[in-house]
């Protein structure tokens, strides 16, 4: 085997185990954020299509739209079990709505491009020393 072979090998093991390490982190954190504000949260992975959802996860990513294109804010939420997508129809930015916040959100999960989307969450941003 070459070095460079033993390298990629290592590096593969190395980020999916720090990768593992972070699911579960946001896992137990969301769970225990459910049990503390008794919301009666389920995990992302157990929401199905056309069901009522509520998911106490952190946002990955958001992304504005311009104010001429009034597209609507999109976000990824991540709760350590699944990734759902969270638009905000008609908005170009929502306060409080940035990358690494933990919130609370609760909607109807729908399906669009292979992936659970909620349009138009109702959401409760927690505070930031949760």
């Keep these: 085997m070459t ?3 033993l390298l990629k090998r290592l590096s593969k093991m190395l980020t999916e ?6 699911d579960e982190r946001v896992q137990r954190e969301c ?3 459910s049990a503390q504000h008794a919301t009666g949260a389920q995990p992302a ?8 959802a509520v998911m106490i996860g952190e946002l990955r990513s958001v992304e504005t ?9 999109r976000a ?10 969270l638009k905000w129809m008609g908005r170009n ?10 919130i609370t959100v609760r909607g109807r999960v729908a399906n669009a491009d292979g ?12 505070s930031t020393d949760e």
């Design 3 to 5: 070095n460079t072979g």
């Design 17 to 22: 185990d720090l990768e593992n390490i972070e």
């Design 31 to 33: 769970r225990e954020a």
């Design 45 to 52: 992975r157990e929401c199905t299509r056309g069901a009522h």
């Design 65 to 73: 739209c311009s104010r001429n294109s009034h597209t609507g804010v």
């Design 76 to 85: 990824e939420f991540f709760d350590g079990t699944d990734t759902v997508i």
């Design 93 to 102: 930015r929502i306060p409080g709505i940035e990358p690494g916040r933990r």
């Design 115 to 126: 992936m659970k989307v909620v349009y138009n969450p109702e959401y409760e941003l927690h």
